[in-house]
């Protein structure tokens, strides 16, 4: 058995509300075997119990450990040498990303998420280039293989996409509209296909065999997008979902293009098309829905359906603000993912927080914008459940998974903060990164006073800058020149889509 004491200034136990987290000064909590035993004041808490080991100080703010609730791969697409642009061709550019080694590529991130308190992870991966089952099990075992070591948290899916894979529009389609040569060569990019939909749900059905013991890792179902996958996926993936009693994580309007195919193809919006596939449930995690209409919102309400907001990503990518106001304020569950990337490029969940916070505040003293316990609240519970890892995680109660970050709170309140200033507002308005400066999954230590206790952050750069310190191959220039040669073509297409919104619901300022 193991037990540590974990104390702080402040322990936040939890969000109560829009106005109220329940916190207690020079608070502490006990825990055993990564189960959270006693919460209480240190004193009382120090007197009835005799741990192994004391974590913390009065100089620490104790949270709940932060959630991503959406991420995709460690080195970021512009550290791959892929600038940011609207999505629909940057998804092409990408076509130039080097590879990099998963399992390195992982544990680069894990590293960089647990340094700024985030515990769990939502981790949606592509294809990766694999054409067949076994070779996509592989490639899974080894991001959770990185994922085991550095200790997180994790939700992981591979992610599906069965059609209009190079635009939205028939691949054969688009291959015609283009010049003959550049045509032969898109379709070889699309040909073969990765694994097929019966070889995805073997993939999902072995990970989720191999895991089954592993109480930090859920096996998640991962239909792309409603544009990238045939209904009969999208059904299939819910069937097993239920048989499998897990979640499904998509992509769901994250720009103004998905939103038309949408409207195109069913004369509806793509979440009303998947309320009419009966897919909807609090077991679906949807990222973006930036291009949500007041419909939707209404459906994601009545069905506890949940929407991972990714702030940065979605200016990054040209793809608009979300209506987090109107999705607060209809009861919507909201989680907050960072996107593999964020503002600064660089992972940083307490930013990712902070700019979530500041973006939705709209003119007019009446406007409403998210308070400090909302967006707490959206990073921990609301991520928890997206990854349905809900009953262990989000608050410190007992009974829960000792899932913490320790927050150092010198940066943050040194030379001088006004002692009145609610300490969470404290939190999301100063924090950074660099303030986190212990974090601890399932009561194990895996960050102590900024060092990595599982693994070695110097091995892992080194490795993994090694390991890219290598001349582009033969097949990643042809990757990269295809990109290239067809982001004209592609940008062409989208730019035919008449692209008119209706009135928005944000408006900053007025052209008149
Ligand atoms: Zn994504």
Redesign the pocket.
């Known amino acids: 058995m193991s037990s540590s004491i974990v104390r702080g200034k402040y322990l936040v136990t939890k969000v109560i509300d829009s106005e109220k987290s329940q916190i207690i000064p020079d608070g502490a909590l006990y825990q055993e075997d990564g189960e959270i035993i006693a919460v209480g004041s240190y004193s009382n808490i120090k007197a009835a119990h005799n741990p192994d080991q004391e974590i913390g100080s009065d100089s620490h703010l104790i949270i709940p450990g932060l959630v991503n609730a959406?991420h995709?791969i460690g080195l970021t697409p512009f550290q791959l040498g892929i600038p940011d642009m609207a999505l629909e061709p940057w998804i092409t550019a990408r076509y130039g990303m080097r590879n990099v080694d998963p399992y390195l590529d992982t544990l680069y991130c894990a590293i960089q998420m647990i340094e700024s308190g985030i515990t769990t992870v939502m981790h949606?991966h592509g294809a990766g280039g694999t054409t067949n089952a076994a070779d996509q099990v592989e490639l899974g075992k080894q991001v959770l293989k990185g994922y085991e070591e550095s200790g997180m948290r994790t939700a992981f899916s591979f992610m599906f996409r069965d059609q209009n894979n190079l635009v939205y529009q028939e691949d054969s389609d688009f291959i015609t509209s283009l010049p003959s040569e550049l045509g032969a060569r898109a379709k070889k990019q699309v040909t073969p296909r990765p694994p097929s939909s019966a070889e995805y749900f073997d993939v999902f059905t072995e990970l989720h065999q191999s895991f089954s013991n592993n109480n930090r890792i859920n096996i998640f179902l991962a239909p792309g997008n409603v544009q990238w996958c045939s209904d009969e996926f999208f059904q299939a993936a819910k069937e097993y979902a239920t048989r499998y009693k897990t979640g499904m994580h998509i992509?769901l309007q994250e720009s103004v293009y998905q939103k038309i195919y949408g409207l195109r193809t069913w004369n509806k919006t793509p979440l009303a098309h998947l309320e009419d596939l009966g897919v909807l449930g609090p077991e679906l995690s949807c990222?973006h829905g930036v291009w949500l209409n007041d419909s939707d919102i209404e459906i994601l309400s009545r069905t506890g359906t949940i929407i991972c907001h990714n702030a940065s990503s979605n200016l990054r990518l040209k793809s608009g603000v979300a209506p987090l106001n109107r999705l607060v304020e209809m009861g919507v569950t909201v989680g907050i993912g960072i996107?593999e990337a964020g503002i600064n490029d660089d992972n940083d969940m307490l930013q990712e927080m902070r700019l979530v916070q500041k973006i939705h505040r709209l003119p007019g003293v009446m406007a409403p914008s998210p308070t400090s316990h909302q967006i707490l609240q959206m990073s921990t519970v609301n991520g928890a459940k997206a990854t349905l890892f809900n009953s262990q995680v989000g608050t410190l109660e007992p009974g829960k998974r000792a899932d913490i970050a320790l927050i150092n709170l010198r940066g943050i309140t040194e030379p001088y903060l006004h002692p009145a200033n609610n300490i969470i507002d404290s939190l999301v308005y100063r924090g950074r990164a660099s303030d986190v400066d212990t974090v601890i999954v399932d009561g194990e230590v895996l960050m102590e006073n900024k060092a990595m206790t599982k693994v070695n952050k110097n091995d892992v750069w080194t490795a993994l800058k090694e390991h890219m310190n290598t001349p582009l191959t033969e097949r990643e220039r042809a990757r990269a020149q295809l990109g290239r040669d067809l982001l004209p073509y592609v940008n062409n297409f989208y730019a035919q889509w008449n692209i008119q919104a209706d009135r928005p619901f944000y408006s900053y300022n007025d052209m008149k």
């Open positions: 959406h995709h949606n992509h990222a996107d």
